[in-house]
T-cell receptor, first 113, second 114 residues
Framework: AQSVSQHNHHVILSEAASLELGCNYSYGGTVNLFWYVQYPGQHLQLLLKYFSGDPLVKGIKGFEAEFIKSKFSFNLRKPSVQWSDTAEYFCAAGSSGTYKYIFGTGTRLKVLA | EAGVAQSPRYKIIEKRQSVAFWCNPISGHATLYWYQQILGQGPKLLIQFQNNGVVDDSQLPKDRFSAERLKGVDSTLKIQPAKLEDSAVYLC????????????FGDGTRLSIL
């Protein structure tokens, strides 16, 4: 069955620490991958997306993610987090050419000032 | 551009009552989605429209949930009758046509069933 797993449910970091959030997917065929972020009191927003090409994709606000096909992973990274990065982060995956996405359960990130 | 509009933001009802949510997508977005997000979980797709036609409603509990998008623009999602387990945030999203297009989300409606 198609699925998306996010193993870290809660992460607490100090400002300037490095961040890596895990995302693994189970999908047949070509897959599209996304990271969405939900800041407190706001709607889900797209951070970055991967469809094809360079497996290292860069998104907004200094975030990047690496697609590793052999590991079925699409981990999110940021070298130095800020207090304003406190939010919930969702990984999503969908088969290329379809409109249907599956979301992971989310990771709540708290950054301490 | 204006974002996806949803109303109401909050709704509290008793079980067995009915409730309806409204969504107005971004102008020009042909694809519209309704998701259910239960506390502690990621969004789960309930139904997807392409213009005014249903593309996927495989996870919609059709005995109590219904949705329509009659003119291919705004949409309503209804629950009748509501159950306690329907307490969740109901999200609407839209995108331009194409499987590679990202979805744009509204603020959601938080539904509490007493």
């Amino acid at each position: 069955a198609q699925s998306v797993s996010q193993h870290n449910h809660h992460v607490i970091l100090s400002e300037a620490a490095s961040l890596e959030l895990g995302c693994n997917y189970s999908y047949g065929g070509t897959v599209n991958l996304f990271w969405y972020v939900q800041y407190p009191g706001q709607h889900l927003q797209l951070l970055l997306k991967y469809f094809s090409g360079d497996p290292l994709v860069k998104g907004i606000k200094g975030f990047e993610a690496e697609f590793i096909k052999s590991k079925f992973s699409f981990n999110l990274r940021k070298p130095s987090v800020q207090w304003s990065d406190t939010a919930e982060y969702f990984c999503a995956a969908g088969s290329s050419g379809t409109y249907k996405y599956i979301f992971g359960t989310g990771t709540r990130l708290k950054v301490l000032a | 551009e204006a974002g996806v509009a949803q109303s109401p933001r909050y709704k509290i009802i008793e079980k067995r009552q009915s409730v309806a949510f409204w969504c107005n997508p971004i102008s020009g977005h042909a694809t519209l989605y309704w998701y259910q997000q239960i506390l502690g979980q990621g969004p789960k797709l309930l139904i997807q429209f392409q213009n005014n036609g249903v593309v996927d409603d495989s996870q919609l509990p059709k005995d109590r949930f219904s949705a329509e998008r009659l003119k291919g623009v705004d949409s309503t999602l209804k629950i009748q009758p509501a159950k306690l387990e329907d307490s969740a945030v109901y999200l609407c999203a839209s995108s331009v046509t194409g499987g590679n297009q990202p979805q744009h989300f509204g603020d959601g409606t938080r539904l509490s069933i007493l």
